[in-house]
């Protein structure tokens, strides 16, 4: 049986390059949407482990406009100080991230899941990677070696989050 926990806390922003003079670093959010992680009041800031070492930040103001988002910390109101966050991801308590559209997943959720042919068990879910036009599934199949699978409807059917399962409905992708 596969070991569906969902994970307390989930990747939503990682931070970009330091913008304007008092401290805003480029906000890029999973979601595409700003307004949880302005609600959030504080945050989690990943280390260089990521969520490992993950230290609570607090959120002075999230500015949006047509050029995107930024992000002041407390701490952190000048660029050179902003700038040590660059790169790093932020978290969120599971409740407070972007609710999700139905057919929408959290990425945190996918990795993990058993990939299955015809009701049968082909591999696991190992990561999610960005893609050119859609995100890909890293499967690790059980024969042994990995196929990246592209989450499109032609490729992947039924998200079975329950069971932690998800149907590959090509299979000629896995070989």
């Known amino acids: 049986m596969n070991d569906t926990r969902k994970p307390d806390y989930l990747a939503v922003a990682r931070l970009g390059s330091a913008r304007g003079l008092e401290g805003g670093l480029r906000l890029i959010s999973y979601s595409g949407e700003f307004s949880h992680i302005a609600r959030a009041g504080e945050i989690l800031v990943g280390g260089p482990l990521g969520l490992e070492d993950a230290s609570p930040m607090k959120v002075l103001h999230v500015l949006e ?45 996918l990795v993990g899941m058993v990939a299955t042919v015809e009701g049968l068990h082909a591999g696991v879910v190992a990561a999610v990677v960005e893609g050119g036009a859609d995100d890909l599934l890293e499967v690790r199949l059980d024969r042994g070696g990995a196929a990246l699978v592209p989450f499109r409807k032609e490729f992947v059917g039924q998200v079975d989050e329950e069971k932690g399962e998800l149907e590959i409905v090509s299979p000629w992708i896995l070989e």
Not at 67 to 94: C, H, M, N, Q
């Open 65 to 109: 406009g047509g050029w995107g988002a930024s992000i002041v910390f407390e701490d952190y109101e000048t660029p050179e100080k902003a700038r040590r966050l660059v790169g790093r991801e932020l978290f969120l308590p599971r409740g407070q991230a972007c609710p999700r559209k139905p057919g929408e997943y959290y990425v945190a959720d």
